[in-house]
């Protein structure tokens, strides 16, 4: 793959959100802005989403120039801008000329002016206007050569229930259905006679009338989904309109469920998203697999490189607890992301505002504004790190794992009144796998079912509930090919309305698994079953499991039993199991098992496939991924322990390019090597 891929640059980005606006009255403040991007190694701001009252005061009355001042200032010292869009946070005068741009919630109440992202995304009117400025921005500033990207928006989110939106999600019911008929079918409305005669009758949910039928709220979100990429292609349109041709992106917030994020591959050029772990509130390690699984996903959008749009200096002031990042942990974050596949490391905010609702969010420059403070030597850290490892930028990875993580899914999962209202450990699941596998130094692609499988070797299966997108035959496919697939209990359940599968379970794949589900029983807070080996299984597993949560209970037609359960009423039925199929396996795991299951389980399906791991020996709590060229492949190492950890680096070919080990990696520290 070519490198270079994002925006032409040959180094990594460094930089985030700038508010110049807020200080338009300062010039010195300004001046100084500069002087400290510069010393902190920021090649990069990101300017213009929460500009638009002061780019369009008046309907129709545009001034642009203060903002091409400063892109041009900023360029002629070095420093691109991302452009963003307005459209997050409208001006006063629009909302009360044209109320209809206003959004309406669930409960079909309009709101008044205030916050941000909260526009009705269907209003004619709003789409005009946001059109208007999106012209007018690309056309002042959209071949400037200060320019690197377009930021769409900022964080696109929630729905809105007005009749606008009403009437376009009719509109597009009737386009997937055809007939209403067919909706009833699908939607299996004659439970509890909800039949509907007409499209006319059918209403976004709402906790003040339909709720419950299950195929609505999947519609109605798969539906706000499409508005929202349709809105996005639209600013998107308006901005190549305008003559700008640079990549367009949108600043997406990592596993947030209210979009499937998916479905804006055919909008953005580049990924981006905005990453705010608690570093603190957990041991640091499991933060950083977690953060992991989070970057993952986010490169695995385009596969490849995404830039982390945000990201706090210090501390965030929007989470329970304002945390401060103990020393050390910015830069191993930082570095984390580009471990993973980021381009950039990109902050919120550059300088703190100074009233507002944002003004204690950690910021490079504080109230303070000297350079003498913590965060911003960190930050300088940061910048320096960075500037040595331009030849990493636009550099790819190639994982022969996936997980998938399907955002569809995930709303069936959580609205189907299924075994467990008390919980269901999806995102759990996913990550214990995630986790297991990670410790090998494995690079993971998080996919979803849209997404083509043939290019993995093993593929990890937590929780698929719903099926879709023809996953049943590509997990068949994948199989029989050679592919070793592991699927978890409360798998391939019900259909993409929702429907649950009729002939036994997992839907269409009873075969490839060797076995059938006859039940699953849900397990009270506190209540824990356990895994035992079966003797002489082919995997040598030896050690005892609990589990908890969720227990399934199968019939086992071909599989091989490698862990039985230990107690209650389906004592000695499967728990892990294992079918040849083709020439690839199909593993079935029965319950929510603990992590040491999955890092021990994991590890031996590894092996038994002779997957080569880039280090033979991993400690704990140290994150190993690789990044490749055409010429080079870099291998990145972080210790994310506050201790120094054992590490023996391959013996031959290979060149440290960042950090120091002598044997040893220090606490959050990291290195890098060349091959
Ligand atoms: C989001 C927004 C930013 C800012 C930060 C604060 O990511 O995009 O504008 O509000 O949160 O953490
Ligand atoms: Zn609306």
């Given at each position: 793959?070519?490198?270079k891929i ?5 180094r990594?980005l ?8 807020q200080?338009l009255?300062?010039?010195d403040?300004?001046?100084r ?8 190694g920021i ?5 213009g ?8 005061p008046?309907e129709?009355?545009y ?8 892109v ?10 991302i452009l963003g869009?307005?459209s997050?946070a ?9 109320p209809?741009?206003l959004?309406v919630?669930?409960?079909r ?5 205030g916050?941000?992202q909260n526009?009705?995304y269907t209003s004619?009117v709003?789409r005009?206007?946001v059109r ?5 921005l690309a056309?002042e500033l959209?071949s ?5 990207l377009?930021?769409?928006s ?7 229930h007005?009749p606008l939106?009403?009437?376009k ?10 007939t ?12 509890w006679g909800h ?10 949910p ?8 299950h ?14 990429v349709?809105?996005?292609a ?5 901005i190549?309109d305008?003559g700008c041709q ?8 990592g ?5 499937n994020?998916r479905k804006f591959?055919g909008?953005?050029d580049?990924a ?9 509130r957990?041991p ?6 977690e ?6 996903f986010?490169?695995s959008?385009?596969k ?5 749009m945000e ?5 965030t002031?929007?989470?329970?607890v304002s945390k401060?990042?103990k020393?050390g942990i910015l830069h ?5 992301a580009?471990?993973h596949?980021?381009?950039s490391?990109l902050y919120f905010?550059?300088r703190?505002s100074?009233g507002a609702?944002?003004k204690?969010?950690?910021?490079v420059?504080?109230h303070y ?5 913590r965060?911003f030597q960190?930050?300088?850290q ?6 040595r490892?331009s030849?990493l930028a ?11 993580w399907?955002t ?5 999962l959580f609205d189907?009144?299924?075994?467990r209202n008390?919980g ?6 996913a990550?214990?796998?995630?986790a ?6 494995l690079?993971?692609d ?6 083509d ?5 093993i ?8 099926f879709r997108?023809g ?5 068949r ?7 070793t ?6 798998s ?7 429907r649950?599968f009729?002939?036994?379970?997992p839907?269409?794949?009873t ?10 029983d ?5 209540e824990?079953n356990a895994?035992?080996?079966?003797k002489?299984?082919f995997l ?5 499991y609990?589990?908890?949560?969720l227990?399934e209970l199968?019939?086992?037609?071909d599989?091989?039993v ?6 209650d009423?389906y ?6 199991t294992?079918?040849q ?12 098992m603990?992590q040491?299951f ?5 590890e031996a ?5 002779k997957?080569e791991?880039p280090l033979?020996d991993?400690?704990?709590?140290v ?7 055409e010429?080079?492949?870099?291998v ?7 201790d ?11 060149e440290?390019?960042y950090?120091?080990t ?5 606490g959050l ?7």
């Amino acid at each position: 793959m070519n490198k270079k891929i994002i925006m032409s640059q040959e180094r990594l980005l460094h930089g985030g959100d700038y508010n110049p606006e807020q200080w338009l009255d300062s010039p010195d403040i300004l001046k100084r802005d500069l002087e400290l991007f510069l010393k902190a190694g920021i090649n990069t701001v990101t300017m213009g989403m929460f500009s638009w009252a002061l780019l369009e005061p008046e309907e129709g009355r545009y001034q642009i120039d203060w903002l091409t001042e400063i892109v041009d200032q900023l360029y002629q010292k070095g420093i691109y801008t991302i452009l963003g869009t307005p459209s997050g946070a409208r001006p006063q005068w629009l909302a009360k000329r044209y109320p209809e741009v206003l959004r309406v919630d669930e409960k079909r109440q309009r709101n008044l002016f205030g916050g941000r992202q909260n526009h009705c995304y269907t209003s004619p009117v709003y789409r005009q206007k946001v059109r208007k400025i999106n012209v007018i921005l690309a056309k002042e500033l959209g071949s400037h050569p200060g320019v690197l990207l377009i930021h769409l928006s900022n964080e696109y989110g929630g729905d809105c229930h007005c009749p606008l939106c009403q009437e376009k999600f009719r509109g597009w019911l009737k386009e997937r259905y055809d007939t209403i008929e067919e909706l009833n079918r699908r939607w299996s409305t004659t439970f509890w006679g909800h039949t509907y005669q007409s499209f006319e009758q059918i209403e976004s949910p709402s906790s003040k009338g339909e709720l419950l039928l299950h195929a609505l709220n999947l519609d109605w979100k798969r539906f706000v989904t499409a508005q929202t990429v349709d809105f996005a292609a639209q600013e998107k349109k308006a901005i190549r309109d305008g003559g700008c041709q640079k990549p367009v992106t949108t600043n997406f917030m990592g596993d947030y469920d209210g979009l499937n994020y998916r479905k804006f591959k055919g909008v953005i050029d580049v990924a981006s998203w905005d990453s705010y772990p608690e570093w603190h509130r957990k041991p640091v390690p499991q933060t950083a697999a977690e953060t992991a699984f989070q970057h993952d996903f986010m490169r695995s959008l385009l596969k490849k490189p995404f830039l982390l749009m945000e990201s706090s200096p210090s501390s965030t002031n929007w989470q329970e607890v304002s945390k401060l990042r103990k020393p050390g942990i910015l830069h191993a974050a930082s570095l984390q992301a580009v471990a993973h596949g980021s381009d950039s490391v990109l902050y919120f905010q550059l300088r703190q505002s100074r009233g507002a609702s944002e003004k204690f969010h950690g910021a490079v420059i504080d109230h303070y504004g000297g350079e003498d403070t913590r965060v911003f030597q960190e930050v300088c850290q940061v910048g320096e790190t960075l500037g040595r490892l331009s030849e990493l930028a636009g550099t790819v990875q190639k994982p022969k794992v996936a997980l998938i993580w399907d955002t569809e899914n995930r709303w069936a999962l959580f609205d189907s009144q299924g075994p467990r209202n008390a919980g269901i450990p999806y995102k759990e699941t996913a990550e214990k796998m995630y986790a297991g596998m990670r410790r090998l130094g494995l690079d993971m692609d998080i996919i979803d079912m849209e997404d083509d499988l043939e290019n993995y070797r093993i593929v990890l299966i937590p929780m698929l509930y719903l099926f879709r997108g023809g996953i049943g035959d590509k997990i068949r496919e994948f199989v029989k090919n050679g592919g070793t697939a592991v699927m978890t209990f409360w798998s391939g359940v019900a259909d993409d309305t929702d429907r649950c599968f009729l002939g036994g379970v997992p839907g269409k794949l009873t075969d490839v698994f060797g076995l059938r589900r006859t039940e699953i029983d849900g397990l009270y807070e506190g209540e824990e079953n356990a895994a035992l080996p079966v003797k002489d299984n082919f995997l040598s597993l030896e050690r005892r499991y609990t589990c908890r949560n969720l227990c399934e209970l199968v019939n086992v037609s071909d599989a091989r039993v490698l862990m039985t359960y230990e107690k209650d009423f389906y004592k000695d039925l499967p728990v892990v199991t294992c079918n040849q199929y083709g020439k690839g396996k199909a593993y079935y795991i029965c319950a929510d098992m603990e992590q040491q299951f999955y890092n021990d389980f994991l590890e031996a399906v590894q092996k038994n496939d002779k997957i080569e791991k880039p280090l033979p020996d991993i400690p704990d709590g140290v994150e190993v991924t690789t990044r490749e060229s055409e010429e080079a492949t870099y291998v990145l190492i972080q210790n994310f322990n506050a201790d120094s950890v054992n590490l023996k680096l391959p013996d031959h070919g290979c060149e440290v390019i960042y950090g120091e080990t002598e044997g040893s990696l220090k606490g959050l520290s990291s290195v890098i090597i060349k091959i």
